[in-house]
C-alpha cells in the first residue's frame, strides 16, 4: 500500500492537518496548537485503529464532509434526497485545489447520489483563524431537497471538558452558559430568523489542559451549533445555518453556499481566543476610508427623547453635547411619519410634518455646523400596519395565506426578496443620505421572524437584507452603518461585513452592562462595541449609578452618550465631559491591539488592552469588598524579565517586575461597590 499523503496548513499559532486516503473524502488528522513544521502523523489513521468488537470491517474516522448511512454512525455533514432517493452520500473520490499557501479547496465528489461539494478551508496566518465553508451542487435528476447542510466541521481532543456558549434575552444578552462535555451530545439552536438575543452563534471549549477552542458562524439568521462525542474519544463540533421543511430546494444544475464558519484555537487559553477573533472580525470590516478612524463619540437621543420630538428642544441638545466634545448626533426612532409611538409609521421615511414643518434638514444643518456628524436611526425591514406603506401595499408583508398575521411591537416584517420592495427602501433611504448629509445609520430590526411566507424564506430573507445594505453602501460608501436588533439581536461576524458598530444591548444600566460586554468581547473588538453613558435612575432595571462608574463602564467600547444633557447638574456634566475628554486621549490604545479579561473572587473583574509592553487596565468592582484587603490582581500577559513603571489615572505610583505582577499580583487599594480603576503600565 503506497505512503499516506498528508496536507497541512499553518498559522502563528494553529495547524490542522489532513489525510488523503484515494477514494474518500479527506480524514481529519489534527486541529490545534501550532506543530512544528514536519510533525506529520507516523502512520495511516487506519493503521493505528484495530478493528474493535461489533464494527463494521471498513473503519470510517472523521472526515471533513462525514456522510450518511455509509458506516459514519455521527453526525454528518449533509441530510438531502431526492424524492426520497439519493438520501445516503459518501465521497467517491477528492481532488485538492490549492489557493496561494494559506488555503486549500477540497473538491468532494459523489459519482452515485451525484451531489459534489467543495470545502474551502483557510487557515489566516494574520489572525489564526481556520474560515470554513461548503458549496454543495445538483448534478443528478430531479430536485434535492436539502435539509442539513455544515458550513463546517472540526474535531475536539479527547480532553475537551467544557463548553461555554451565551443565552440571554432583550435587554440581557452574553448570559454565559457553562455545560460539561461528555458521551452526550451537546447542541444549541436558533429558529428565530435573525441572530437572536438568547442563542449566539458560537462557543468556547476548554480543554484539561487548559487549551481552548473556539467558533462562531458567521450568519444573522437560524442556526445550529452542536458537538458530538466520537467513537474515538474525540469531539466532533459542527455548525451550520438550521433550515425549515422545504426552505432549500436545489433544482439540477443549482448550487448552495453555506455561511463561513471561523474556529481558532490556543494553547493559552480563551484570552488568545479572543484576540484571534478580533483580528478575523476586524480583517472583515470595510471601513470609508479604507480603515478604522478614531471612533467618534456618539450622543443618541432614544432614552432622552423616546418619541416626544421636539426640534428646537433638541436643537439645544445638539448644542449642549458640541460643548462637552460630542462628535456625533444621531436622532433614533420618532422622526418619521406619523411616528409617535411604536404603533405606527416604519415604512413611512419621510419626515413627520407635524414634528419637523421643514423637513430634518434644520436639525441636520444645526448638527453639521456646529462640527458634529448627523445620524439617523432606521428600521428599512420593517412595517406597521398603521403606514401609509402597508395600505398601498399589504402583499410587501411576509405571510403565509391562511395563517394569521402575527405582530411584535405593533410591527410586520417587509419581505425583503421581492425586487420592488428592496428598490422603495433604497429609494426612500437614499433620498434621506443624499439630502440631510447622513453620515451614519442606526440599523434597527425589533423582532423575531413568523409567518415568513408559504415556502419558508428564512435565509433568502437574511441574503435580502445584507443585499440591501450592500446596495446602500455602494451607492454612499463614506456612510457608516450600525447593526441593533432591540440592542444585541443581530451580533455576529456575518452581517459585520456589512456594517461598523454593534448596538451591545438596550439595557445601559452599568452593572449590566458589565458582563453583557465582557461576554461580546469574546469574540468581538471593543471598537465596534457600542458603549453608552444612560441616565440614573436606569431605564432598563431602575437601578441608579453614579456617573464616574456609568461612564467608567462605557469607556473601552465605542463611547456615547444616551440622556438628556440639559437635565444634568453642572457637576455631572463637567464630570462627563472630563470622561469624553479621557476617551478621546486614550480610544486609540483601547481600540487596537489585544484584550485580555480576568476576574478576581472579590467582585472584580479586568481587562487589558495593548501589548504586553504598554497596557491600559480597566478594573471593574461591580460590588462592595467582602473582605479586609483587597486581593491582588495578577497579569500573566506581561513580560517576567522587564520592570513596568505602574501608573492609576494618570499619577505615577510606583515601579515593578513583570514577573512579580504576573505572578503576585497588582496590589489593589480599596474601591467601592461601583467603581472603575484605569491603570497604565508601560515597560521601562
Not at 102 to 130: E, G, K, N, W, Y
Amino acid at each position: 500500500m503506497p505512503p499516506p499523503e498528508y496536507l497541512c496548513l499553518h498559522s502563528r499559532n494553529c495547524t490542522a492537518i489532513w489525510e488523503l486516503p484515494p477514494g474518500e473524502g479527506p480524514l481529519w488528522r489534527y486541529w490545534g496548537p501550532r506543530l512544528p513544521d514536519g510533525a506529520m502523523p507516523p502512520a495511516a489513521l487506519r493503521s493505528q485503529r484495530p478493528e474493535p468488537s461489533f464494527s463494521l470491517h471498513f473503519d470510517q474516522p472523521l472526515s471533513v464532509f462525514p456522510g450518511v448511512g455509509l458506516g459514519w454512525f455521527g453526525a454528518s455533514a449533509l441530510l438531502a434526497h431526492r424524492g426520497g432517493g439519493d438520501w445516503a452520500q459518501a465521497t467517491t473520490a477528492t481532488r485538492v485545489e490549492p489557493v496561494g499557501s494559506d488555503t486549500l479547496r477540497f473538491h468532494l465528489s459523489d459519482d452515485v447520489a451525484h451531489i459534489p461539494a467543495i470545502i474551502t478551508a483557510r487557515l489566516d496566518p494574520a489572525t489564526d483563524t481556520l474560515t470554513l465553508s461548503t458549496t454543495l451542487s445538483n448534478v443528478g435528476d430531479g430536485v434535492l431537497d436539502v435539509q442539513w447542510l455544515a458550513a463546517g466541521n472540526v474535531p475536539l481532543p479527547e480532553d475537551a471538558q467544557s463548553v461555554r456558549s451565551f443565552s440571554g434575552r432583550h435587554n440581557s444578552e452574553f448570559v454565559a452558559l457553562d455545560d460539561a462535555l461528555s458521551r452526550s451530545t451537546w447542541r444549541r439552536e436558533n429558529r428565530r430568523g435573525l441572530t437572536s438575543h438568547d442563542c449566539f452563534p458560537g462557543a468556547v471549549v476548554t480543554c484539561a489542559d487548559g487549551t481552548a477552542f473556539g467558533a462562531q458562524l458567521a450568519w444573522s439568521g437560524n442556526h445550529v451549533n452542536q458537538i458530538e462525542w466520537c467513537d474515538d474519544g474525540r469531539r466532533h463540533w459542527q455548525m451550520g445555518e438550521w433550515l425549515a421543511p422545504g426552505e432549500v430546494r436545489l433544482a439540477p444544475g443549482a448550487s448552495i453556499t453555506t455561511p463561513e464558519l471561523l474556529a481558532t484555537c490556543s494553547a493559552e487559553g480563551a484570552n488568545s481566543v479572543a484576540q484571534a477573533f478580533h483580528k478575523a472580525i476586524r480583517a472583515r470590516m470595510k471601513w470609508p476610508k479604507g480603515e478604522m478612524t478614531p471612533r467618534k463619540v456618539h450622543l443618541n437621543t432614544w432614552e432622552g427623547w423616546y418619541f416626544a420630538h421636539d426640534q428646537a428642544a433638541l436643537k439645544d441638545l445638539a448644542t449642549a453635547g458640541a460643548a462637552i466634545g460630542i462628535e456625533r448626533f444621531v436622532l433614533d426612532d420618532g422622526w418619521f411619519h406619523r411616528r409617535n409611538g411604536d404603533d405606527a409609521g416604519l415604512g413611512d421615511w419621510w419626515a413627520d410634518a407635524g414634528k419637523y414643518p421643514d423637513g430634518l434638514a434644520p436639525l441636520a444643518d444645526h448638527v453639521t455646523g456646529l462640527g458634529m456628524e448627523f445620524g439617523l436611526w432606521v428600521e428599512p425591514e420593517m412595517l406597521s400596519p398603521d403606514s401609509d406603506l402597508y395600505r398601498a401595499h399589504p402583499d410587501w408583508a411576509l405571510s403565509i395565506a391562511g395563517r394569521p398575521l402575527l405582530a411584535a411591537r405593533n410591527q410586520l416584517v417587509l419581505d425583503l426578496t421581492r425586487p420592488e420592495v428592496s428598490d422603495y427602501l433604497f429609494g426612500r433611504i437614499a433620498a434621506l443620505l443624499e439630502t440631510l448629509r447622513v453620515a451614519y445609520l442606526k440599523w434597527d430590526h425589533n423582532r423575531d421572524l413568523s409567518t415568513v411566507g408559504a415556502q419558508a424564506l428564512y435565509r433568502r430573507q437574511v441574503h435580502g437584507a445584507y443585499a440591501l445594505m450592500a446596495r446602500i453602501r455602494a451607492a454612499f460608501p463614506m456612510v457608516e452603518i450600525e447593526a441593533c436588533a432591540g440592542g444585541g439581536g443581530r451580533i455576529d461576524a456575518g452581517i459585520i461585513t456589512h456594517t461598523h458598530r454593534f448596538w451591545a444591548s438596550d439595557c445601559i444600566d452599568a452593572v449590566s452592562r458589565v458582563a453583557i460586554q465582557r461576554g461580546f468581547l469574546q469574540f468581538m473588538p471593543p471598537e465596534i462595541m457600542g458603549s453608552h453613558v444612560g441616565a440614573s435612575l436606569a431605564h432598563s432595571t431602575g437601578r441608579m449609578q453614579g456617573m464616574a462608574f456609568r461612564a467608567g463602564v462605557a469607556t473601552p467600547g465605542h463611547f456615547g452618550v444616551e440622556l438628556d444633557l440639559r437635565k444634568l447638574t453642572e457637576a455631572e456634566t463637567t464630570e462627563l465631559a472630563q470622561n469624553i475628554a479621557r476617551y478621546k486621549r486614550l480610544r486609540h490604545r483601547f481600540h487596537r491591539g489585544r484584550v485580555w479579561q480576568g476576574e478576581t473572587p472579590d467582585h472584580i473583574v479586568w481587562q487589558a488592552h495593548g501589548e504586553p509592553a504598554s497596557l491600559l487596565l480597566h478594573v471593574t468592582r461591580t460590588q462592595p469588598t467582602t473582605q479586609r484587603h483587597q486581593p491582588h490582581l495578577r497579569l500573566p500577559m506581561l513580560d517576567r524579565a522587564r520592570q513596568y513603571r505602574v501608573s492609576r489615572d494618570g499619577a505615577e505610583t510606583f515601579m515593578a517586575s513583570g514577573a512579580w505582577l504576573a505572578s503576585v499580583g497588582l496590589p489593589m487599594p480599596p474601591m467601592p461597590g461601583e467603581d472603575v480603576m484605569l491603570w497604565e503600565l508601560t515597560a521601562a
